[in-house]
């Protein structure tokens, strides 16, 4: 089976358009401010989806070319937004320069606006199962992509390939927790582990977030499992228009006859982080208009 | 081999006391403030023993005995210690009384304050090692435990059972980061986990922290494995002077025979816990003073 990322991503962007669209016609419209720090080609492109995705549901977008010299540039035009009362959502897209301070920076963004769930805070709260956190979208994504196929992994393993901050640690917190959707048992690998493909043999799930493209062959999986690709790669193609093509940490050729389900690159985890993001800028949006979630 | 808490506890302390000492003859103290919110004795006196280490040490401390009508009660009082400039670490013993809201009241201490490392802050920078973080103390306790005893868990399999806020979670991403005495490959399992006997003795290391007495068996554990055992259980004893007697999570007798390495209870993890305290409370003293931790 695939577990169509796309597909549940544009039912979820109709049921947020479904909802904007019963707003009283008078009410403001949900905001996301989108800051590219970079001319790295691929942050511009995955901003232009999101700032895409967000006017396909009715959701109002900014977005701020910056080049900061320092952190501290970048700190203050992010306290601005965090007093702009038509902002619900910041988005500070990722990588930053190397000068520039990451955990500072995250750590700046009012964790009530903060749409990415990357402030510590957020981070706390989704591993304290605090019901105010914002969960991070890739983490949130997977989770949801499941339920919405109906795989339950209540009591199952669950082996997570990668300590991200964005993937695999808050991914981790997430799947733990006692709640609707999680119960998993958890694991957490990486590059220091040993015995990785004994481990991963014993994952009823199994996600690859490591970003090392089609690292997880065959013989890693076990038979009947669920696999999530949460890997993005570009490689050199070609053939292809732009030169390059995007593939995923996983195998995809050779994985897919062996287990019960697999999500495809593109259009797996990828859709529906932007989903995600749609619908944390919504919750966002609802939480300060002190509005009942719908 | 016994892993022993007591013996690295009073080693910790006597480190801490030589740090105080050489500290100038006019400057203050440290200073921790303790809140007690019920007449359970089993509370009283883990403060009495967290007074009594301060003291050791010559960390001064404060005892408050409160009994909250409602919330907001309890939240004005704490705002009170966190402006008090004299008081470096605040802690509420917990648990609470059941009107009152843990996560509301957990989030009202001072990050800088938190030496329990209860607030979703703190846990939210130590799983994206964030190094300002205060650790839970039992949790630090236990990874300081094994570095001491040169226990290197690099790569190995730590199976952590129990999912509490104050241990399982938080130790889960504590052992999972890439940084000395952690890089574990980390599962952390619970009531829900199918298969929890195969996947116990696959572990390297393991942890009980489910709170059920004797609970771990020798045939949930792998020869030659190390176990940890935080169950704190209080069992009727009528032979003993107080009625009752303190044992663990972990059948002690059975598993430690089969082990490598185990904790006893009492004087394993227990007292590691008030040692990881102390030096919380020392590190919010440098931080807030600004000096350079020792």
Request: proline fraction near 6%; aromatic fraction near 4%.
């Amino acid at each position: 089976m695939l577990l169509d990322g796309h597909k549940i991503a544009q039912a979820i962007h109709a049921e947020i358009k479904d909802v904007l669209q019963k707003l009283a016609t008078h009410a403001r419209k949900p905001c996301l401010a989108c800051v590219l720090t970079t001319k790295h080609p691929a942050s511009a492109s995955y901003v232009q989806r999101k700032i895409k995705a967000c006017h396909e549901v009715g959701i109002e977008s900014q977005v701020f070319h910056l080049q900061p010299h320092c952190t501290k540039e970048l700190l203050d035009f992010i306290d601005k937004l965090n007093l702009d009362p038509m902002v619900d959502g910041i988005l500070i897209q990722l990588p930053l320069p190397p000068h520039i301070h990451l955990l500072e920076v995250l750590e700046k963004i009012d964790p009530l606006k903060d749409v990415d769930g990357f402030h510590p805070l957020n981070a706390g709260k989704v591993l304290l199962q605090d019901p105010t956190a914002f969960n991070p979208c890739t983490p949130l994504g997977i989770k949801v992509l499941l339920e919405r196929y109906e795989i339950d992994i209540t009591g199952k393993h669950v082996v997570i390939l990668g300590r991200s901050n964005i993937v695999g640690k808050p991914l981790a917190a997430l799947l733990m927790q006692d709640a609707p959707g999680c119960n998993a048992t958890v694991t957490v690998a990486h590059s220091k582990s040993t015995y990785l493909k004994e481990l991963t043999r014993t994952a009823d799930i199994l996600v690859a977030a490591m970003g090392r493209p089609k690292a997880v062959e065959a013989d890693w999986v076990k038979e009947g499992a669920v696999v999530v690709d949460v890997g993005i790669n570009r490689v050199e193609a070609l053939a292809s228009k732009s030169g390059y093509k995007v593939i995923g940490d996983v195998d995809f050729e050779n994985v897919k006859n062996k287990c019960m389900a697999i999500t495809p690159v593109p259009g797996g985890i990828g859709p529906m982080t932007i989903a995600m993001l749609l619908k944390n800028t919504l919750k966002s949006y609802y939480l300060r208009n002190k509005l009942q979630l719908p």
